[in-house]
């Protein structure tokens, strides 16, 4: 099936003398590299028919555009997939934890892409996949993946232009006293063989903006910790994690960045991607979106209740 898009020649337009090439570029806002993909494929019609780039078109002419049909080859696995919003041009999941997004060469299968390929199968539904947001393997909530190269392209000039809100929920192990703040921190990656990142003089400028929910206090150990609500105003890998365990308020059960805390029954960092809101990649809509709380984060909190 082709995504299609339809626009009619106004008076205005026609007075301006556009091409078919300059209404692909100035009324549908495809990249070049879409517009290319297009023209190969013989995506572009006049009124029905066929037609050039270069033609001019007429008051109340019909420009119609096929988007080309491409297709992923993950092997479909039954891996859950939860879906929050679908429609054509792109969908939205709550990912579970542990499961890593895309295959890798240490991870061949059991990865979101093949889960997604399986659920395609399931729903009589074929598209690419493409995912325009990352989410670590052990991190749960929010993922975005775009249906065709339009979506893609658009929604991921929003994120460059900081125009998709992320909201994360974390538990941190410590109390944070200041009720919000903004880590403005550069974090780059120490060695290219380690996965770990840092703090650095020289790295990428990463900006985390924390809102703190709930503070607990264990009434025998003493031990605190705290709930934060968390915005990025940057996506750099591992950033929230990096971020607050430079601050000495590491995301608990995360190993990777500090954490050895199992008093609340985490088996992996207590990091979830809450909420989600951008435009529409060919609407314009504005969507928000929310995944609910997991049940390993939800057992935890109630935990921190009984302390």
Known sequence: MYKNFQYTVSMEDFNMSLTLKDYLRQKFNFSSRLMT???????????GESAPGWIVPKENDVITVNLP????????????????YEDEDMMVINKHPFVVVHPTSSHLNGTIANGVSNYMIENSSEFKIRFINRLDRDTSGLLI????????????????ENNVLKEYVAI?????????????????RPSPTDIKRAVMKNGSKSITHYKVISTFKNKISGKGYTILSLKLETGRTHQIRVHLSHMGFPIVADTLYGSEDTELGMK???LHSHKLTLFHPVTGERLALVASIPEDMSYAIEKLKEL
Do not use: W
């Open 37 to 47: 993909k297009i023209k190969k494929n013989k995506g572009l019609f006049l009124n």
């Open 268 to 270: 992996r960092q207590a």
């Open 69 to 84: 049909k491409e297709t992923s080859n993950f092997h479909p696995e039954n891996i859950p997939i939860r879906v929050v």
């Open 172 to 188: 941190v192990s410590g109390i944070v006293e200041n009720s919000k703040g903004t880590i403005d921190l550069p974090i780059g």
């Open 145 to 160: 993946i775009g249906k065709n190269s339009n979506a893609q392209n658009k929604i991921s000039i929003q994120m460059a």
